[in-house]
């Protein structure tokens, strides 16, 4: 069930997102006390974090802490046992199934430590698919798909398939799909986990560059520091909580 | 570390024969860093390799201004730049570190130590952001100092995350 967002320190709504007027902040986003655990295993246990739309967030925190199940959480993938999660005025955990995969369809974008890019389709391809998900005729989405090789240096290379792309080329191809709707917010889980220095810091020049020219939120789960410098700000998870020194909103 | 003015100095003068004023003015570009050297310092320590044999002042140029004259490297200078550019520099353990410091005290004093450790990650973290931003806009030479500072912060960092693991561990071993 939908009801009207309002946040924790009494925001005042517009359109659809909440202001926090002593700010002037937008609050895109919001975890409230998440509580989430696999079978006996907690991973949440009361994580809450606030996201502002046009920022920077990253998600630090040790493995297992968490960290990847609070992006699940917010980016509706999962529904957290007990708590709220928020986005844009509208409650996530309380959709239907479908409601969340067409907010994830329409809103977000998503890139993951793999490209997990389909093999069978070309890089163009595999750019174009959540527009051809979403409904937009062939022609038009491969147009929009190749826009983005150009900007991501990925010149000539949008034929191959992903077997033939080196792992920093194949994780561009990845951030072109995840950028190629203009989502509201990126969600990006270790990003550059599996690359190395270079083609990491190249692939995060490239991210941020685009998401501050589109004005896309991005939160970005991440363990590397030089990850995370990235960001405009860092909260840290741990045991399944965020670290009420870090998660002070800017 | 301290970077050592004298080897850099003659580093410099192993491309060619200068004047100090030039010395000074690519040691600052290069190295300085916001601490430029003083033109006294320069000429002491032009003087000093003059003396040690390791660089030879030519005669006193015609001209206005301060002292002209050009510096010139000797065999034995550009030994000891041969040499020093071959010497691994000292690795740094840190080992008495403020941060070690701070981290041992305040478990010894049942302070709150994973707070000092968030607080320390953010001022790290923070340092990284503006040196990251650095790179954005920086030369090559920028970016390549710009990244030997973020990945000792990193270093840092990840004993800092260590350490926050381990902390019910070595507050044991801290209890008298």
Redesign the interface.
């Known amino acids: 069930m939908d009801r009207p967002h309002s946040g924790p320190a009494g925001p005042a709504r517009t359109g659809g997102a909440a202001v926090t007027a002593s700010q002037g902040t937008t609050k895109i986003a919001e975890a409230r006390d998440l509580v989430l655990s696999f079978g006996s295993t907690p991973a949440l246990r009361g994580a809450s974090l606030s996201v502002q739309k046009g920022e920077i967030v990253a998600v630090m925190g ?1 493995s297992g802490s968490g960290k990847s199940t609070l992006l699940h959480c917010l980016a509706g993938i999962l529904v957290p046992d007990e708590g709220e999660a928020w986005y844009g005025g509208q409650r996530l955990d309380t959709l239907s199934d479908d409601k969340r995969s067409a907010l994830r369809r329409d809103r977000f974008g998503f890139v993951f430590q793999s490209g997990q890019l389909v093999p069978e389709l070309t890089a163009e391809e595999n750019v174009a698919l959540p527009l051809l998900l979403s409904g937009t005729r062939r022609g038009p989405a491969m147009t929009a798909a190749r826009k983005w090789f150009a900007a991501l240096g990925l010149d000539g290379l949008e034929r191959r398939r992903s077997g033939e792309l080196s792992g920093g080329q194949a994780q561009r191809v990845a951030l072109a799909r995840g950028l190629v709707t203009g989502p509201e917010v990126l969600f990006a889980d270790e990003p550059t986990g599996s690359l190395d220095s270079v083609s990491g810091e190249l692939v995060m ?1 490239l991210l941020t560059a685009a998401v501050r020219e589109q004005g896309t939120t991005v939160v970005l789960v991440t363990h590397d ?2 990850v ?4 405009d700000r ?1 909260v ?1 998870v ?1 045991d399944g909580k965020v ?1 009420t ?2 998660g002070v909103q800017p | 570390m301290v970077v050592s003015v004298p080897l850099t100095l003659l580093g410099l003068l192993e491309r060619g024969p200068s004047h100090g004023y030039d010395l000074k003015r690519d040691y600052d570009a290069y190295f300085g860093q916001g601490r430029p050297l003083r033109y006294s310092q320069v000429y002491a320590t032009l003087s000093r390799l003059a003396r040690d044999g390791k660089a030879v002042a030519g005669p006193v140029e015609q001209g206005a201004g301060p002292e002209r004259r050009r510096y010139i490297i000797t065999e034995g200078g550009a030994a000891d730049v041969e040499r020093w550019l071959a010497e691994p520099a000292p690795p740094e353990p840190d080992l008495q570190s403020e941060l070690f410091a701070k981290v041992v005290l305040a478990l010894m004093l049942g302070r709150p130590a994973d707070s000092y450790l968030d607080i320390q990650r953010a001022a790290h973290l923070q340092r990284m952001r503006e040196l990251t931003e650095l790179k954005r806009a920086g030369d090559p030479l920028t970016v390549l100092l710009a990244d030997h500072s973020i990945y000792r912060l990193e270093a840092d960092l990840r004993w800092i995350d260590h350490t926050a693991a381990r902390l019910d561990l070595l507050g044991r071993a801290v209890q008298r």
Do not use: D
Not at chain 1, 228 to 231: G, L, T
């Open positions: 040790p020049n520091a030089r995370a410098a990235y960001a860092e840290v741990r670290s020194l870090t």
